[in-house]
């Protein structure tokens, strides 16, 4: 199956490297931009080249997806897939705008897919064969690790998955900074927090190991220097309203977005 993403920005350029790292022969993917510089491949070719399926990954900012599904619909053939990754477009705005025939679904990966350790919500319309959705599963479990979820709940994975990232980037980016405060200086302080970081993360990802809360638990000595900082942390539960409050928000502002293409498309 030929892979063409529309749009070569962060995530577009993100799911063509990962795709790439596991394998996906060059000649059968391609990224096509508006920015000559964002293209890989020849993207012209998989659209018209009717001699083999394709997916078409739309990958622009969520305003401009309507546009380009339309501007590409008469090159869909039967049997063909469109993957939206936009935030709040719904399966009815993507369904309209392409034939009965062309099989639609909406992913939510997050910029992990780069390193094939990707997140990915999938919302697949209803009335897709069972063959059609393990085929297209196989497809983004390439890029990490899949799950089909109905669409009533890709705001919500937007917020934690797809944004996700973002929130631990900005921890670090908190912990470095505050290293300062500590006598660290900068030029040190970043290979620090990355290294505790990658390692943190490299154990909650060991299944040999247990879960977040009892590694923490296996960190913090009774009376000891991690109890002292996390009971700062934790003052008043603020920390926990606060993440709370993160990710309602993500969520709304994915809901936001449906309602504007809800409108628009
Ligand atoms: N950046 C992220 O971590 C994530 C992004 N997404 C979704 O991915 C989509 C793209 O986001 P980003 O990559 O961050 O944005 P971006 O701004 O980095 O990339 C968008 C790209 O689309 C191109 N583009 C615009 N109109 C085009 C057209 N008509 N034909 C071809 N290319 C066109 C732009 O030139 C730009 O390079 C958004 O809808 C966003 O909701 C979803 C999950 C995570
Ligand atoms: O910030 C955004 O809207 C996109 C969707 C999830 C991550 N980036």
């Known amino acids: ?59 622009v900012k969520p305003q401009y997806v309507a546009s380009v599904l339309e501007a590409h619909a008469q090159l869909l053939n039967p049997g063909d897939i469109v993957t939206s990754v936009a935030a709040g477009v719904r399966l009815t705005t993507l369904n309209g705008l392409v034939s009965d025939t062309v099989v639609v679904a909406r992913a939510m990966p997050n910029l992990a897919v780069a390193l094939n350790s990707g997140t990915i919500g999938i919302a697949i319309a209803n009335g897709v064969s069972e063959a059609m959705v393990q085929n297209l599963t196989s497809v983004y479990d390439k890029l990490g690790k899949s ?20 929130y631990f980037f900005q921890f670090v980016e908190h912990l470095a900074a505050n290293c300062a405060h500590l006598d660290i200086h900068q030029d040190i302080a970043d290979s620090i927090v990355t290294q505790v970081m990658v390692g943190a993360a490299a154990m909650l990802a060991d299944t040999d190991l247990p879960g977040a809360s009892e590694l923490r638990n296996r960190v913090t000595s009774q009376e000891g220097t991690t109890e002292a900082g996390l009971k700062s942390l934790e003052a008043n539960g603020v920390l926990s309203q606060l993440v709370k409050n993160c990710l309602i928000d993500a969520r709304e502002r994915a809901r936001e977005l449906s309602e504007i293409e809800y409108r628009h498309g």
């Open 1 to 59: 199956m030929g892979i063409v993403i529309i749009g070569g920005g962060a995530m577009g350029r993100a799911m063509y490297d990962g795709w790439i790292n596991a394998g996906v022969p060059e000649n059968s993917i391609a990224v096509a931009d508006l920015n000559a510089d964002l293209c890989c491949g020849s993207a012209d070719f998989l659209l018209r080249d009717t001699g083999q399926s394709k997916m078409v990954v739309l990958a």
């Open 147 to 166: 799950f089909c979820i109905d669409e009533q709940q890709i705001d919500s994975f937007t917020a934690i998955a797809g944004s996700g990232p973002a």
